[in-house]
Every structure is written in structure tokens, then in C-alpha cells.
């Protein structure tokens, strides 16, 4: 089993870990290292669901802090092993999982063994299938077997945001729009009905929408409706009885479950509509007072967080959460995955620096 | 290897060849038994090519008429051995292949036996691979083999057209319109370009598009533009950047192929369209001596087939064609495709009639 070096380098860090390959469903050998590592740790009790694994200090301070990132990636796909490259003079190490979020993780791994006496006690928590479907995570099912584990009054999510703090998320609804007609063949269409001609109307709609820009406490969330798939018809020569339209409706946190849900079904009156994935956002948690703290602390400038990530699993349990790590979020999933090494670097400093204050 | 009695009724004998089951690829038994079937018979002088077969007269007559029908069908459904069944008081022979078209090569087979001395020249063919894309049909190969087989003055089609006589044939032409985009994360739609949304007035036009009727030749040909499918989307997260949409236009016999590319592309324009198939229709024919003759002689009313079929093959070798078979166009292809035996035995009579007459 490969063996980590919790002291060295949160670069060289995040370069071991990154060598230890951990698709989604793969997380074993990852979670194994890092079971192994933080276990030799007196400060830290341990415990292991799976692949979750969640080590907490207990000195007895008044407030706790949770810590999180998940182990797995997308699969690689021709980057791995990672490299040391230069980038118009910048350092960076490239490879799957630099960014989406080992380097998050490394950060985190070294502050765990380092930090014997914070200000706050911590529970640092890595988890297994964030990569895939919600109810897969880790962290869903530590949260119905241990939710004692989640209890935090503030929650930091080491998710890429190059290296700035991003509050809250969107939320995120999956509906499927369906049109139906009546086959026929194509020599004698006017036999049928086409499906495919009745969805004129809700690609017009979605091209004309308009998404909003929504202020939730301080922040500005932008929104977003889209079709992300498309699909009808029988054969070349069959009048198609149904087409089907995936949208996506990205959803600012100020807005709940229903009423995303009540504003789709209103966008597409008239046609058939089945939600089919809901997930609320989590607003930004900014006003708690610890939360304030540390953005002062490391030295950043909010800003809204549009994807949909773990800080609305903590934010419904009512724990406020922001997402701080080091890599651009938009190189995340790409094949030209890769971080700046001195994001690396400034992420720990600003950790070490308001986790270790007085 | 079943043996068929040509001296059996047009009914017994599709109850016969429907039960040799011969979906295309698989019609080599059945041709065998129509190949040993008609050697047998001293008036005809018989072709096998592959399993395609050609019988015919040489009796010195001035005309020439070719009588064609395809062996194979679509797949079985659960829809052989055929049954007699009773709708409505009427009786039917149900089951795969019974409309399309093994009742009309019933019906030529028995002629084939019957006719020793027919008042024209006959060319009877039977040929495999209709049902699949044209370029394996028996009838191009033979076309490029030996195109001298194909001599006639007149030709009928026993495709399946309730008795009536169907005059010529539209033809028929698919295009992919296509829409680009820029794929992006769907949190983040505005880094991307919805390709889904940008083909709404592709959808908008072929909803809007009213079909021309038009006169050729005193038949009506009603036309047809039609998406038959669409597909876009890379995952539930990814703004699209490919929306793909199958159009399928039919169009009257009076329009060549570039007439017809050029109306879709007019439709479509602003956008790319890639022609993937093209074949053009067939004049009725009519107007011609013998086929005056024919439609006197059955005593129908001439209209248009709206569907391709091989009569457009002959028209574009110079032969007037018409299709003229038992079975109601419909049920072709259908599970429950059924033939009324009345209307065996009325195509029967209406072939037998002509053909020896004086």
C-alpha cells in the first residue's frame, strides 16, 4: 500500500495523491493511504464508513469547524500520471484530479496532522462518490448512519474557487419536457402527428428566457435555464410519436425546492413536465459570525458560487458553508486539468493562518 | 426444401410462402422454392441471380409487360405461422408478410404457371432485399448485371394498394439539419452556446410548413417535410454543442432531385444541411397505351402512391409502371398485418382478365 507523507509538501502532497488513481467507485487504495496516515495521528479520532473517513480533534473548544473534500475524480483520460508544468511562467502540476480536488485535499491532509492545537476543533471529513449520483455520496450515507459526525458550526468545502471564497451555490432541477403525437409513415405524415414539430414552442421559450441575477445576502447569483439533451424519433421513415427535452435549471438560494419546481412547470405550460433531480442551493452563510472571521482571516472577497456542491448538504443541516480551495473550477473535469502551485501554497497559509489565531 | 403447388388457390399459395419466413438476408429458401417451383414450367425460360429470379415468355408478342414483386420482409413479431382470422364478418389471412407482399407474389405465381399463352410478352420477377437500403436490393444488381432483362413496354409493382391501382410514386429525400454550439458547464451557461436552442426555428419552420398537393399527369401527390429525428446533448451538467434533426421530404414525381435539394435547403436555409439520401420519384405513366388497357381492364380508379416503391426503378429505365397488389398499404409492416382474401382473389382476376384478353 502506498504510504503518505502527511509533512511534506502540500504540492508534493497533492502530486502522491493524485498518483493514486480514484475514479468514482475506485477510492479504496486513496482512502486505505489516507486511513493509514491520519490513524498514526494521537491528536485525531478516527472513524471509517467505506471509503469516508472523518478524523476530529477534541480539546473541549466552544465552536467546531468541519473541514470536507471528496476523494474521487472523473475518469482520467490520458493525464496521469501528473507533471510539473510552466505556464507563461507560472508553476503548475497537471494531471487528473489537481483540481477537482485533490489539492483541497493535500491542503487538508497537511493541516490535519499539523494542526495538534487549533483555535477551534475540527472535523475533517474525506468522502467517497461525489463524482456521481447524490445518493452514492459518502457523505449521504454518513449523514443517515452518523449525523453526530456533521455537527459543526461552520463548514468549509475545499472545492476548487481559485482560491477565493465562494458562498453558498445554486441549486440545480432536472426536469424531462415531453411532446407526444401519433406514428405514421413518413410517405403519409399527415396520417400522424409529429412530436418533433410540437416542440417548436419550448425550444422557442427556452431560447427567449431570460435568466435572472439574484442577490442573496450580499452575494449575486446568476441563473440559468437550459435543454441539455434532445431526443425523438422511430426510424427515417416513421412520423415520431414523442421527443424529449432535458432541461437544467440552475436555481438562485433564495429559492426553494417548490418554488423552482412551480417556475418550470410555468415556463413550459402546456406541455408535460417530470422533475426528474432537485437539489436546493445553499445560501452563502456569511453573516455567521464565524464565517466572517474567516474570510478576514484569509484575506478574500466573496463571491457567489454557481455550481451545485456539498456546502448545501452542510447548509441544510443548518451549518453555514463556503467552498475555498485552490484551481480554477472551469479547468475542473477537463483533460487539461492542472493548479497553480502557489494556490496550493496561499490556501494553506490562509487555513493555517485563521485556524491557528487567537 | 418445401415444395409449392402453383395450381393451389392464390390464397393456400401466400398461405404457403409466408410460412417459408424470408426476412432480408434470409430469403434464400424461399427462392429456392420459387426457382424450383417455375423451372419446372417448359414456357418459361428461367434466371436465377443470386436470390433474384426471372421467368420468362418468348412468345414473339409485340409488347412486353415485366411483373415484379420482392421476396423479403421486414422482421418477424411474433407474427408467423399466419392465421385465418374473421374481422367483421370478413375473412383475412393475418400474419407477417401477407400484405407486403408475398399475397401479390402469390398472385404472380400462379399467373406465371397459369398463363401458357398470354396476349403480351411477361417478364415475372422475384427479388430480395427490398425492405433494406436500396443499394443491396436484387433489383440494382440486376439493373447492373443484365439491364436487358428489364426490356418492357409496361411494368406492374404487385405492392400491396387495396386493389386499386396506384399510379407512379413520390420520391423521397433525407437531410441532417444541424446547429453548432459551445459546450459549457450547465452551472455556468453563459461561458457556452445552447446548439439545442438554436435549433428552434428549425422546429418552427417544419411546424409551420404547409405541404404542396400536386397535379401530375391527373393524379395528386400530396407532399411531406418532416423531422423524423432529433438528438443533441452531452450529459445533464453540459451545455450542447451539436443539435442533430433528420428531416424526410417527399415529393411529387413532377420534381427531379435537384429541385427537391433545393427546396429543402431553401427551407432550411441559414443553417447546415447535409443531403444523406435522395431518390426520385415516378411519373404515373398513364399515359401510355398499355397502361390505358390495364386500367380499363381491372376496372379501377387510378391514384397516386405516396410511398417509394420500385415502380420508380422501371419509370427511370423508360417503363411505365403502376403498382397494383392485395393489402391494404397501412398494415404493411404492422403486427397485425392481414390480407382480406376477397382482395387476393379480385388482383387475380384483374391480371388474369388483361392478360388474356384480345
Known amino acids: 500500500m502506498p504510504r503518505l507523507d502527511l509533512t511534506a509538501s502540500a504540492a508534493d502532497l497533492t502530486r502522491a495523491i493524485c498518483d493514486i488513481p480514484s475514479v468514482s467507485d475506485d477510492e479504496t487504495a486513496l482512502a486505505d ?3 493509514d496516515a491520519v ?10 464508513d467505506g471509503d469516508t473517513i472523518v478524523a476530529r480533534t477534541n480539546l473541549g473548544r466552544a465552536q467546531r469547524v468541519a473541514i470536507a473534500g471528496h476523494l474521487d475524480t472523473v475518469p482520467i483520460n490520458d493525464n496521469l500520471p501528473t507533471r510539473d508544468i510552466d505556464v507563461d511562467g507560472e ?3 497537471w494531471g487528473r484530479g489537481t483540481v477537482d480536488m485533490k489539492a483541497g485535499v493535500a491542503v487538508q491532509l497537511k493541516l490535519a496532522a499539523e494542526l495538534v492545537s487549533p483555535r477551534v476543533d475540527l472535523t475533517w471529513l474525506w468522502y467517497d462518490h461525489e463524482e456521481v449520483e447524490a445518493s452514492r455520496s459518502g457523505l449521504t450515507r454518513l449523514a443517515q448512519t452518523r449525523p453526530d459526525l456533521f455537527a459543526a458550526d461552520f463548514a468549509i468545502l475545499g472545492e476548487p474557487s481559485g482560491g477565493e471564497v465562494e458562498g453558498g451555490c445554486n441549486g440545480t432541477l432536472r426536469a ?5 403525437g401519433a406514428r405514421a409513415h413518413s410517405a403519409r405524415s399527415w396520417m400522424g402527428q409529429n412530436a418533433i414539430h410540437a416542440a417548436a414552442p419550448i425550444l422557442a421559450r427556452l431560447a427567449d428566457y431570460r435568466a435572472a441575477e439574484v442577490p442573496v445576502e450580499g452575494l449575486v447569483y446568476r441563473e440559468g435555464l437550459n435543454a ?4 425523438g424519433g422511430v426510424a427515417g421513415n416513421v412520423i415520431p410519436d414523442l421527443c424529449e427535452i432535458e432541461v437544467n435549471y440552475r436555481f438562485a438560494p433564495s429559492r426553494d425546492a417548490a418554488e423552482a419546481e412551480r417556475h418550470v412547470r410555468e415556463v413550459f405550460e402546456g406541455f408535460e413536465v417530470e422533475i426528474t433531480d432537485l437539489a436546493e ?5 456569511l453573516d455567521a459570525a464565524l464565517a466572517q472571521e474567516f474570510v478576514a482571516a484569509v484575506g478574500a ?23 475555498y480551495g485552490p ?10 486539468e492542472r493548479v497553480p502551485v502557489a494556490e496550493i501554497v496561499a490556501v494553506e497559509r490562509g487555513l493555517r493562518a485563521w485556524l491557528t489565531s487567537h
Chains 1, 2 share one sequence.
Do not use: C
Not at 484551481?327 to 487539461?336: E, I, S, V
Open 39 to 48: 490513524s498514526a495521528l494521537p491528536h485525531l479520532e478516527v472513524h471509517r
Open 33 to 35: 493511504a489516507i486511513f
Open 327 to 336: 484551481g480554477d473550477p472551469m479547468l475542473a473535469h477537463h483533460d487539461q
Open 301 to 323: 472577497v466573496p463571491r457567489a458560487k454557481y455550481g451545485w456542491t456539498d456546502v448545501a448538504r452542510f447548509s441544510a443541516l443548518g451549518v453555514p458553508a463556503v467552498n
Open 91 to 93: 508553476a503548475f502540476l
Open 176 to 180: 424531462i419536457v415531453r411532446t407526444r
Open 281 to 285: 442551493g445553499a445560501r452563502p452563510g
Open 228 to 231: 441539455v439533451r434532445i431526443s
